[in-house]
């Protein structure tokens, strides 16, 4: 079983911090990560990707990965209440000889002005 | 460019019908995923298809089908629902099925309840 394991939160944070969502994952073949925003009651839409350990920032967000630990994280600075939403990790181990996009149960994030 | 549409948007049912549920991809993809999400949880991998065939299937029973048309629009059916069965069920188009695909357009879902 690939797994993608994230805290299911919620996650609260004041308005102008830092949020820090994290997410780990069991298949070391894996080849590319994703996060996903999802507002309630509507679909995920795609924010972020990362393929390289290391960092990765587009605007508020920065993505970080460490293939050794397993390990992808996603930090939004400038925290709004706009951002409250749930993010979802998602990664790409291989199965039966295709990348089948596995998701995470998501962190509720709030944001609180 | 078209994006990824559903129908129906949402539907209920009774135990042991059947549905069909359907998806158009976005324009230019050629690969469909279906996902479906319980309340609460993360969307779990149905199967994916990739220009007409199965690519890819995950723990589903066989009750569970898909079909992908020329055109690269999809189908999931459902037989013999089960109260279970209930939940948002995402279809999810992408360009290509690669290490790198994980880029995918959802569609707003076909919200499912099974009385």
């Known amino acids: ?113 | 460019e078209t994006g990824v549409t559903q129908s129906p948007t949402h539907l209920i049912k009774t135990r042991g019908q059947q549905v069909t549920l359907r998806c158009s991809s976005q324009s230019g993809h050629n690969t469909v995923s279906w996902y479906q999400q319980a309340l609460g949880q993360g969307p779990q991998f149905i199967f994916q298809y990739y220009r007409e065939e199965e690519n890819g299937r995950g723990n589903f029973p066989p009750r569970f089908s898909g079909l992908q048309f020329p055109n690269y629009s999809s189908e999931l059916n459902v037989n013999a629902l089960e109260l279970d069965d209930s939940a948002l069920y995402l279809c999810a188009s992408s360009l290509e099925r690669g290490a790198n695909t994980g880029e995918l357009f959802f569609g707003e879902g076909s919200r499912l309840t099974v009385l």
Request: proline share 6%; hydrophobic share 30%.
């Open chain 1, 1 to 113: 079983q690939k797994e993608v394991e994230q805290n299911s939160g919620p996650l609260s944070v004041p308005e102008g911090a830092i949020a820090s969502l994290n997410c780990t994952y069991s298949d070391r073949g894996s080849q590319s990560f994703f996060w996903y925003r999802q507002y309630s009651g509507k679909s995920p839409e795609l924010i972020m990707f990362i393929y390289s350990n290391g960092d990765k920032e587009d605007g508020r967000f920065t993505a970080q990965l460490n293939k050794a630990s397993q390990y992808v994280s996603l930090l939004i600075r400038d925290s709004q209440p706009s951002d409250s939403a749930t993010y979802l990790c998602a990664v790409n181990p291989l199965s039966g000889g295709s990348y089948i996009p596995t998701f995470g149960r998501g962190t509720s994030l709030i944001v609180h002005p």
